[in-house]
């Protein structure tokens, strides 16, 4: 067993999710249009060539609420997004999304523990549980160890799988306000291959646990965060796009 004291630190991402309110009736994603020609303005700095330590970008309307989109970035490091953060081009991009939002577009910062855009699926699901502010060293530890939504022995070859690759997790910077209530949020994105797959993975997948107990995985994962303090939790959908890693004028 490794000592805990010489034991690698886990790599994060730094990441920005940038909320925005766009009516149906926006063409932001068609660039031939006004609209998509000013959302081209936005996303076109956002290159690794352009920007230190910018990796990857992706965007997306939500399902369960259309009229809400998410511009989401990763960042090799907190400083390198900070950076950006404090520059013009960051300054003139928020101008731009504040003209485009029927509402103030609002922005909250988290360190996953992966490459989110590295398994995007149509259904791409992105949870968030929320835990009483201030949090302690223990939760915010726990929460990044648990199992989450994975299977203890995956189907085989002859029955599709219910996701696309690993979930990555991470806690906001942000405290947010949670039912009059100042919170803490872990933020899980998940990559279902469909609908139909989360749901019967949600009911049918088992763990088997310490003693041999028998339990579903999701209802396994619902019980630790309960343990661990949860309030309440949301969660929706997305199909993002990525954005281009390269722009051809």
Same mark, same amino acid.
């Given at each position: 067993?490794?000592?805990?004291?010489?034991?690698?630190p886990?790599p994060?991402?730094a990441?920005?999710w940038t909320?925005?309110?766009?009516?149906l009736?926006s063409?932001?994603d068609d660039?031939?249009?006004?609209?998509?020609?000013?959302?081209i303005?936005?996303?076109?700095?956002?290159?690794r060539?352009?920007l230190?330590?910018?990796l990857?970008?992706?965007w997306?309307?939500?399902?369960?609420t259309p009229?809400?989109?998410?511009?989401?970035?990763g960042?090799?490091?907190?400083e390198?997004?900070?950076?950006?953060e404090r520059?013009?081009?960051?300054?003139?991009?928020?101008?731009t999304?504040?003209?485009m939002?029927?509402?103030?577009?609002?922005?909250?910062?988290?360190?996953?523990?992966g490459f &989110?855009w590295?398994h995007l699926?149509p259904?791409?699901?992105?949870?968030?549980?929320?835990?009483?502010?201030p949090?302690s060293a223990?939760?915010?530890?726990?929460l990044l160890?648990?199992r989450?939504?994975?299977y203890?022995?995956?189907p085989g070859?002859?029955?599709?799988?219910?996701?696309?690759?690993?979930?990555v997790r991470? $806690?906001m910077e942000?405290?947010r306000? $949670?039912?009059?209530?100042?919170?803490?949020?872990?933020?899980?994105?998940?990559? $279902?291959?469909?609908?139909e797959l989360e749901?019967k &993975?949600?009911e049918?997948?088992g763990?088997?646990?310490?003693g041999g107990?028998?339990k579903g995985? $999701?209802?396994? &994962?619902l019980?630790?965060?309960?343990?661990?303090?949860?309030?309440?939790?949301?969660e929706?959908?997305c199909?993002?796009?990525?954005?281009?890693?390269? &722009?051809w004028?």
């Amino acid at each position: 067993m490794s000592d805990s004291s010489t034991a690698r630190p886990r790599p994060f991402i730094a990441s920005s999710w940038t909320t925005l309110t766009l009516p149906l009736t926006s063409t932001f994603d068609d660039p031939s249009t006004e609209e998509g020609k000013k959302w081209i303005s936005i996303i076109k700095p956002l290159t690794r060539n352009n920007l230190p330590g910018f990796l990857h970008g992706i965007w997306g309307r939500v399902t369960e609420t259309p009229e809400t989109a998410w511009l989401v970035t990763g960042w090799e490091t907190s400083e390198a997004l900070q950076q950006f953060e404090r520059s013009s081009s960051h300054a003139e991009q928020t101008a731009t999304l504040e003209g485009m939002s029927s509402s103030p577009p609002g922005t909250v910062h988290c360190d996953l523990t992966g490459f &989110f855009w590295n398994h995007l699926t149509p259904h791409t699901s992105i949870t968030d549980i929320y835990f009483p502010s201030p949090l302690s060293a223990s939760t915010h530890d726990r929460l990044l160890s648990v199992r989450g939504a994975r299977y203890f022995m995956a189907p085989g070859r002859a029955r599709p799988g219910a996701y696309n690759g690993a979930g990555v997790r991470g $806690w906001m910077e942000e405290v947010r306000e $949670w039912e009059g209530m100042d919170v803490r949020t872990v933020r899980f994105v998940d990559y $279902w291959n469909s609908e139909e797959l989360e749901r019967k &993975f949600k009911e049918d997948a088992g763990v088997v646990l310490e003693g041999g107990v028998g339990k579903g995985v $999701w209802e396994h &994962f619902l019980e630790e965060c309960r343990e661990a303090g949860m309030l309440g939790m949301r969660e929706v959908h997305c199909a993002f796009q990525d954005v281009p890693t390269r &722009f051809w004028d």
